[in-house]
Structures are given as C-alpha cells and as structure tokens.
C-alpha cells in the first residue's frame, strides 16, 4: 500500500526523522492559509499523487509570496499530472502540500528495502539525490552505497556513520544523519514498510540533515497488525479493479498490454508475463488468484481482466497444489458462460487434479485451447491476441 508525502512525513515525525513544516491543501485559499500559517518566505507547493517524478510533470512549484502559493495551487489542482511513474494517461491531482523551504547545501538519496536474498534490511545511499536512483545505478554505480542491517540485532550506529562518511558528510552532519537513519530504519521495522525512499535527503547550509521528500510503501500482507496505515488508504490513487480485486483476496495490477493473465502464485505469475514478453507479446495485467482461491473468486478474477478493453486474450497459467486444477477449471468453465466470454482463452493446467480439471474444460463445449506446457501456453496466447488461428 502507497501513501502520499504528507502522510509519510507524518509517520516520519512520530520517529523522530527530521522534515520541515507543511501542511495538506485541497484548494488555493486553503494553500495561501496553509503558508501563512507556517510562515516564512518561501514555500514549496507539491501535487500530491502515488507516483514520482512530480517535479519534472510540473508538479512541484516555488513560490516566494503568499499571491505565489495560490497561483502555483491554482495551476497544480486538478490539473492532470503526467510522470515517468503515472504512464501517458497521468493522474488527476487533488490535494497539494505546501510546505516551507529551507536553505539546501546538498542532496543526497538514502533508501531502505529488504533484501530477499540475505533475508537483511539494506540500506541505500548517494551522493547523488534528487535525481532518479534508477539513472544512477546505471551510469554510475559506484555511487550507490550498500549497509546491510540483520533484523535479529538491529541498527548500529556504525552503520549509520559507514552510510554518512560514504556519501561525503562531515562534522555534526554526520551525528545527525546517524539519527535520521535509526529513526528511518525503526520506522521500517516498526510500521511493516516494504521500502521507504528519501529523494532528495538534503543537507542545509547550517548542517541540518532534512528530508526534502518521502516515498514509503508498506506490505498488504501486514496492514491487519495497523488500523492507523489501513486508515491512510488513499482509494482515488488506486484502479477499481485493484480494489475489486482486493476484496476477493486476489493480487491483481493493471498493466498497459493487451494479454490477460490468471495465475496462481506471485511467482508463477511473474513468470508468465516474462515469457509471454519473450515470444513478443504483451501482458494486460498481474493476477495471482492465490492457493486458496474458490470458483467465485475464479469467475471474479476473469470479470475483473475483462474490464480492461485492450484484452484480447485471455491466459489461465495454474500449477494446481493448495489450488487445485478442477477447482480452476470449475471457475474457468463457469465465467466464461456467464460474462459470454468472446476473446480467446488459452489454459495451461498442471499439478494435483489435473486430469479432472482437464476433463472439465473438454466436456464444456466451449472453445478453450489447451497447451502442453508454459512455453505452448505463451506461443499460443500471443498469436491469439494477434488474430492468429491457435
């Protein structure tokens, strides 16, 4: 789950990581009021949408008068903001934070994510923030510093001081970057996040350590342990059918192709639309069904991918354990009878009960093609989505 800056920076206080003053505003006058009361000279007025790159989408203004903030709200609400993170058809900005400036030395980035394959909390840092880390990695990844944290021991103040020296910090700037840090990673740990981002951590001229902006997801799998992120769910920054979907248990993600995919396990799934890439086709989604997922949740899985009117075919990849195949079969057979299911569908079954669930979809009378295999299932999917006899 996604939150907006404000809200980040809100949570970010209650661990003591230092951010400057603002406030959320739906409207000018509510902006200009929102800068007066936070005084001062200068503001910065943010649009406040789930993705980055505001800045470059005409999203993040200067202003250096009270006049200046309303203008720059004015222009940012409801404007249609286009980022390299929203895609070509952008996202529609309702809120704005207007937040006071400061004195800016120099940006850095820091990052934390998990690393999944040294089951340790990693951090990330640079001496080159305010750009796009992805840039950064590529060009110059000698820039990009790396401190891994065991959870079973926790931070440490050295590494907070590795992270600080490595990206050219000095003096008292170094003692509080350690505290930003331990504050950051506690804030990780505590609050279940799957990555907190700050892009860009700024240095002042009076060798404050400031983050200049806050990009924090946190793990689904975890929001039963915390009403209070629950409660920040923003649902006009996320797609009706991920909220649908949600409900049904099931993991879906609108993509920009034209190949539904119904998959059991995130995993699976992951690789079912790289191999569909690979034969030259393009997946319209991520959909894991889940182990557990029943026949409603089936036929609500092929409702939701046939909301998508760029689908052209649909692929049905299961790997039948917890989930077992007549089971999926079962949901197959019976969406496509009641959404009168009219682009191709392409099924790969495999695993516990595939035979019955083959036997299911053949004496069904309606056209499903069944593949040998992912590598047939993928070949065969994208010449359907192609027109192609399959």
């Not at 409900?247 to 034209?258: A, Q, R, V």
Request: charged content about 25%.
């Amino acid at each position: 789950m996604n939150v907006h800056e404000y809200q980040a920076k809100e949570l970010m206080r209650e661990f003591g990581i230092s951010v400057l003053g603002g406030q959320v505003a739906t409207t000018a006058d509510e902006a200009m009021k929102a800068a007066e009361a936070l005084g001062g000279s200068v503001w910065v007025v943010k649009a406040q949408i789930h993705a980055g790159g505001r800045g470059k989408g005409g999203g993040v203004k200067i202003a250096k008068s009270l006049d200046e903030v309303k203008a720059h709200a004015e222009s940012i609400l409801g404007m249609n903001l286009i980022t390299h993170q929203t895609g070509p058809e952008g996202k529609e900005v309702g809120k704005v934070f207007v937040e006071q400036g400061c004195d800016i030395d120099h940006e850095y980035y820091v990052g934390i994510v998990l690393d999944r394959n040294t089951s340790k909390i990693t951090f990330m840092a640079s001496s080159e923030g305010g750009v796009e880390i992805e840039k950064v990695a590529e060009e110059t990844p000698e820039k990009i510093i790396k401190a891994s944290v065991d959870p079973s021991v926790g931070f440490s103040p050295y590494i907070g001081r590795k992270l600080a020296y490595a990206i050219g910090l000095k003096g008292d700037s170094v003692k509080k970057a350690v505290k930003f840090f331990e504050g950051l990673y506690n804030m990780y740990i505590a609050k279940d996040c799957s990555i907190a981002e700050i892009n860009p951590l700024v240095s002042t001229k009076d060798g404050d350590i400031i983050a200049l902006d806050a990009k924090i997801n946190f793990d689904d799998n975890a929001l039963m342990r915390h009403p209070e992120i629950e409660a920040l769910r923003d649902v006009t920054e996320e797609s009706s059918q991920e909220l649908d979907a949600a409900k049904y248990g099931l993991s879906y993600i609108s993509l920009d192709g034209n190949i539904g995919c119904l998959v059991n396990g995130a995993g699976l799934a992951m690789g079912t639309m790289d191999i569909i890439t690979l034969k030259g086709g393009s997946p319209a989604n991520f959909l894991d069904v889940g182990g557990s997922a029943n026949k409603e949740a089936v036929e609500k899985a092929f409702s939701i991918i046939l909301e998508d009117k760029n689908v052209k075919a649909i692929m049905v990849n299961i790997f039948g354990g917890i989930m077992k195949c007549d089971i999926i079969a079962e949901g197959v057979v019976a969406a496509a009878k009641s959404l009168e299911l009219k682009v191709p569908l392409v099924v790969r079954l495999e695993g516990t009960n595939v035979a019955i669930g083959k036997k299911i979809l053949n004496d069904s009378g309606l056209k499903i093609t069944a593949a040998d295999g992912l590598d047939d299932a993928a070949t065969k999917a994208v010449a359907a989505a192609e027109g192609k006899e399959v």
